[in-house]
């Protein structure tokens, strides 16, 4: 079963606004929750991840804001440019784990 | 600059005809994994090597094979290729599992495109 439910599935965005991508979780013993920026015709490329100890974590433009009681974790893009236009995945593992369980991605509009 | 490479970019096969995906690495990574990653959805794990030792996700078919002669290349073969099996093929490193962070992420490769005709 899916282990990361990711939404929206979609989203379009004015420049300057904010994107907001939520995820949720099953396993309480995941410990480790990174986010990855997809292009077109790329592979995904890390771009921000947090672990439970912490609620928010920000880096630039982009916040993760996480819940570790209702499990769940959103990523927030502040100032939404079109070069953020992309897909956007949340993940989620276990710190001496090999396997990211994905969820199953967002891709985001920014129109200028 | 360090990176992981893929070649080709795109590959065409026809149904049934053997074809072999590369990666490269020049990050000198212990891990490198093979991803499916199919139209509008997550990637999907085919199996890994740590240095040597091979692993297999248990939802691999047997179609799916894989070869790592040396640290910095890992194939991919697909013995017999199904309609199914076109998507995008992933090939990912990183330096170790034993401790996420942010140094010690999945690096991804560009991708291979795979048609199959």
């Known amino acids: 079963q899916q282990q990361v439910k990711q939404s929206p599935q979609s989203l379009i965005v004015q420049k300057g606004g904010i994107s907001i991508i939520n995820c949720a979780y099953e396993n309480t013993a995941f410990d480790y929750f990174p986010w990855y920026q997809q292009f077109p015709g790329k592979g995904p490329a890390l771009l921000i991840a947090?672990?439970?100890?912490?609620s928010e974590k920000k880096e630039g433009r982009f916040t993760i804001s996480f819940n570790k009681s209702a499990k769940q974790f959103s990523l927030h893009i502040m100032d939404s440019q079109p070069g953020d236009s992309a897909t956007y995945f949340c993940?989620?593992?276990?710190?001496?784990?090999?396997?990211?369980?994905f969820g199953a991605g967002t891709t985001v509009t920014v129109r200028a | 600059d360090a990176m992981v490479i893929q070649n080709p970019r795109y590959q065409v096969t026809q149904f049934g005809k053997p074809v072999t995906l590369s990666c490269s690495q020049t990050l000198n990574h212990n891990v490198m994994y093979w991803y499916q990653q199919k139209s509008s959805q997550a990637p999907k794990l085919l199996f890994h090597?740590?240095?040597?030792?091979?692993?297999n996700e248990a939802d691999t078919p047997d179609n799916f094979q894989s070869r790592r002669p040396n640290t910095s290349f890992c194939f991919l073969d697909i013995r017999s290729p199904g309609l199914g099996d076109a998507a995008m093929y992933l090939c990912?490193?990183?330096?170790?599992?034993?401790?996420?962070?942010?140094?010690?992420?999945?690096?991804f490769g560009p991708g291979t495109r795979l048609t199959v005709l």
């Open positions: 090597y740590y240095d040597k030792d091979f692993n």
């Open positions: 947090i672990r439970p100890d912490v």
């Open positions: 993940a989620a593992t276990l710190s001496n784990d090999y396997k990211l369980s």
């Open positions: 990912a490193t990183s330096q170790s599992f034993r401790s996420w962070d942010r140094y010690n992420e999945q690096f």
